[in-house]
């Protein structure tokens, strides 16, 4: 299963997004920010790709649905929700 061309663009704007927030915290513990905004960037780091993992996912059903069902089997979609989980 490849990701869907439709999803590509949202999942690698959320992937730029998350490195530049990864960054962020990166500079932030190089100049000794408090430890509570630290963690809330990281948090914003997390759901980032979260959302772009589940993003991949929702493709992965639809190319599923698509093809009518032969793409991915139930077990490996449960498996890949289960990873982000």
Do not use: W
Not at 1 to 17: C, F, I, Q, T
Not at 41 to 70: E, N, P
């Amino acid at each position: 299963m490849k990701v869907d061309e439709s999803a590509e663009g949202p999942v690698l704007n959320r992937l730029r997004r998350a490195h530049g927030q990864l960054a962020g915290v990166i500079a932030m513990i190089e100049n000794g920010r408090d430890c509570a905004e630290v963690v809330t960037q990281l948090a914003a780091v997390s759901r980032a790709l979260d959302r772009a993992g589940f993003k991949i996912v929702a493709s992965g059903m639809r190319q599923c649905l698509a093809s009518g069902g032969a793409a991915v089997s139930e077990e490996q979609l449960e498996k890949l929700f289960l990873t982000l989980a």
